[in-house]
C-alpha cells in the first residue's frame, strides 16, 4: 500500500513540476531556442494550437473517469490515484485553455476533426485543411492541420470505434464504469485508464515533437514521463486485482 501510494505521488508530483516550469517559462518568455521562438504566437492550425485543444478535450474525460471511480469504490490506493489524475490533468487542461486564450485563438473549432494536426509534420500551421465534421458532440474540439479524416494511428495507439481520439473511452465505456462497483470498478477504471494514459502519451510525444512553443513542449514531455509512470503503477495495481490491461 505504502509503495502504491508513493508511485501515485511521485506521478502527481512530476507532472505538477513541470506544469509549473511550463507557466514560468511561458510567464517569463525565457528559453533555450531564444526569445523570438518563444515570442512567436501559433497560428490557428498549428501543432502548438491543435495540441493544446484536443488535449484539453482528452484531460477532460480522465477527470471524468476519475471522479466516477471515486464513488464506486472504497479502496484507498485507487481513490488516491484517481485524485492525483484528475488534479493534475485538470491543472494542465487549464493551462492548455490559458495559452489559447493568450495566443487569442478560440478553444473550440468546428469542422476540424480530432488530430488532424499530428499530419501537419511541425510545419508553421499557416495552411487550412479539408475540414470534415466529427459524428460526435465533442468533435468540434477538432484541431488544426490537414484536415485528415477517419482514425489516427500514433506509434500503434488507435482511436477505437465511438472513440473521439486515441486512448478515450466510449460513452458505453463509462456507462459501464458508472455501474460497476468495488473490485469491478476498479479494475475497469485501471484499464480504461491505461488505455486513456498510452493515448496521451502518444499525443504528448508528438507535441513534443512538432510544437514551437517551448514552454508547451516542456510540459508536453512532463505529460509523457508523468503517464508513463503511472503506466507502470496502474499495471501494478492490476495484477494485484488478478487482472490485465487490455489488448
Known amino acids: 500500500m505504502r509503495r502504491t501510494y508513493w508511485a501515485a505521488g511521485t506521478a502527481v508530483l512530476l507532472a505538477l513540476a513541470f506544469a509549473v516550469a511550463a507557466t514560468v517559462a511561458a510567464a517569463s518568455g525565457s528559453s533555450g531556442s531564444g526569445p523570438a521562438r518563444e515570442q512567436r504566437t501559433p497560428a490557428l492550425y498549428s501543432p502548438d494550437a491543435g495540441f493544446a485543444r484536443d488535449m484539453a478535450v482528452h484531460h477532460q474525460q480522465a477527470v471524468e473517469m476519475s471522479f466516477i471511480v471515486r464513488d464506486r469504490t472504497q479502496d484507498e490506493a485507487v481513490r488516491s490515484l484517481a485524485y492525483d489524475i484528475a488534479n493534475t490533468q485538470a491543472n494542465q487542461r487549464g493551462m492548455l485553455l490559458g495559452w489559447l486564450d493568450l495566443w487569442g485563438l478560440p478553444k473550440v473549432l468546428a469542422g476540424e ?30 484541431t488544426e492541420g490537414s484536415g485528415h479524416g477517419g482514425g489516427h494511428d500514433m506509434g500503434g495507439v488507435a482511436a477505437k470505434p465511438g472513440a473521439l481520439m ?24 485501471l484499464q480504461l485508464m491505461t488505455d486513456h ?11 513534443a515533437t512538432q510544437c514551437r512553443t517551448p ?30 490491461p487490455r489488448g
Do not use: F, I, N
Open 197 to 207: 494514459h498510452k493515448g496521451g502519451v502518444a499525443m504528448a510525444r508528438g507535441c
Open 113 to 142: 476533426p480530432p488530430m488532424s494536426w499530428m499530419s501537419t509534420g511541425g510545419g508553421s500551421g499557416s495552411g487550412h485543411g479539408s475540414g470534415g465534421s466529427s459524428s460526435s458532440g465533442e468533435g468540434s474540439a477538432g
Open 215 to 244: 514552454a508547451e513542449r516542456a510540459l508536453a514531455q512532463g505529460m509523457v514521463d508523468a503517464q508513463q509512470s503511472e503506466l507502470t503503477l496502474m499495471a501494478d495495481m492490476l495484477r494485484q486485482r488478478g487482472a490485465a
Open 166 to 189: 486515441p486512448g478515450m473511452a466510449t460513452k458505453e465505456e463509462l456507462a459501464a464504469l458508472g455501474a460497476a462497483q468495488g473490485r469491478d470498478a476498479e479494475v475497469l477504471y
